[in-house]
């Protein structure tokens, strides 16, 4: 793709959106208004981020800039975990933390071993892509971490009373919320390049970039974020299970169900 997109070609991209609430109107879905409210809603911080990126990459201090953005990406995930499990102690600082911590691994990982070159734009976007992949499995993990606490607290509690320490006591929690909130990174791996062709690997083919090539960076991009999303997901959920308990080993009063 050489030339801009036309405002004709935009606008008619929103036709299917429209169809899709319409659909959901005549059905009596009752999304409609989600869709609309979605659409405008990526269409507007998508138009802003593309201004701001502009002033950075064109700006004396781009590389700087950069960066800030990418600290900026991780710790509006952490606000948004924060907002799906406002219950938790510290879950902004986890998730930050734990996201920040893969996406900085990942980042030495493509610039340390020359994969990439060292620009403000590569910068961004490996970031990007990255902190876009963990963050939502690790919301999601939050979620599930508390709704599991909730629902199942007369059965942590009596594993607690037949003398079973933190560990034991929370291992089906871990395991069943860990496995459920990355079923979506691990079947997205498994099918990709049978279903969807991935981001980076189209962005590369459509700059002219041969496709072998731009298959090698994609499994490195892919592998970097399956880890980093395992990982983060991992920790997340090891964390918030060991703040559920007291140190006398009793269910902290926020993971009761108001």
């Known amino acids: 793709m050489t030339e801009p997109i036309s405002a004709a070609g935009a ?19 009752g999304v409609e208004k989600s869709v609309l409210w979605a659409a405008f809603r990526a269409a507007v911080q998508l ?60 980042l030495a990982v493509v610039f340390g071993f020359q994969i990439l070159e060292l620009t403000p734009v590569t910068v961004v976007v ?21 709704s599991y606490l909730q629902d199942n607290r007369l059965q942590i509690e009596g594993l607690l009373a037949l003398g079973f320490d933190e560990r034991g006591a929370s291992q089906f929690l871990v395991r069943t919320t860990s496995r459920t909130a990355l079923i979506p990174q691990i079947e997205r791996t498994k099918v990709v390049g049978l279903i969807a062709l991935p981001g980076a690997m189209t962005g590369l083919l459509l700059a002219g970039v041969e496709p072998i090539d731009a298959v090698i960076v ?41």
Do not use: H
């Open 126 to 146: 490996t970031a990007g892509i990255t902190i876009g992949n963990t963050m939502p499995s690790t919301v999601l993990a939050s979620d599930l971490v508390v």
């Open 218 to 258: 994609q499994l490195v991009v892919m592998y970097l974020v399956l880890a980093a999303v395992v990982v983060a997901v991992l920790v997340v959920v090891s964390t918030i299970s060991r703040r559920a308990f007291t140190p006398d080993l009793r269910l902290e009063p926020w993971t009761v169900r108001t």
């Open 11 to 29: 606008i008619a991209s929103v036709t299917l959106v429209l169809l899709a609430a319409g659909l959901s109107w005549w059905r009596g879905v």
């Open 47 to 106: 138009l802003a981020v593309g201004a701001v990126l502009a002033i950075i990459f064109t700006s004396p201090g781009a590389m700087f800039f950069a960066w800030l953005w990418v600290v900026f990406m991780v710790v509006v995930a952490a606000e948004t975990a924060k907002r799906r499990a406002p219950e938790v102690p510290g879950l902004r600082t986890t998730v930050f933390l734990a996201i920040g911590g893969s996406a900085a691994v990942a």
